[in-house]
Nanobody, 123 residues
Framework: VQLQASGGGLVQAGDSLRLSCAVS????????MGWFRQAPGKEREFVAA????????YYAGPVKGRFTISRDNGKNTMYLRMNSLKPEDTAVYLC?????????????????WGQGTQVTVSS
């Protein structure tokens, strides 16, 4: 099982980025997915989650209204569109997958993790 996150980079405050998470080795359309982030010296933090069908989504308070999670089951890929980025969004962003049914925001509910992609937002 591989989850490959990509799309991170160095941007200025107010800019946008789109992260991707490509999944292989699993039936992607059966999995609930999530994005988490971890900044240096801080605990891993939930960002957004999406159900296997894409019909249900859930966001952490600090990103609600700025970030949009989506998925393309035909491409085995999940996305995170990040608008109006702030310096406090700087972190390594990780994608995760689980075969559980629903939408999940606890890291322990996920079984598979990608390696992460760095997002740095300068002020």
């Amino acid at each position: 099982v591989q989850l490959q996150a990509s799309g991170g980079g160095l941007v200025q405050a107010g800019d946008s980025l789109r992260l991707s998470c490509a999944v292989s080795g699993r039936t992607f359309s059966n999995d609930a997915m999530g994005w988490f982030r971890q900044a240096p010296g801080k605990e891993r933090e939930f960002v957004a989650a999406i159900s296997f069908s894409g019909d249900s989504v859930y966001y952490a308070g600090p990103v609600k209204g700025r970030f949009t999670i989506s998925r393309d089951n035909g491409k085995n890929t999940m996305y995170l569109r990040m608008n109006s980025l702030k310096p406090e969004d700087t972190a390594v962003y990780l994608c995760a997958a689980t075969g559980r049914l629903g939408v999940f925001y606890h890291s322990y509910e996920y079984d598979y993790w990608g390696q992460g992609t760095q997002v740095t937002v300068s002020s």
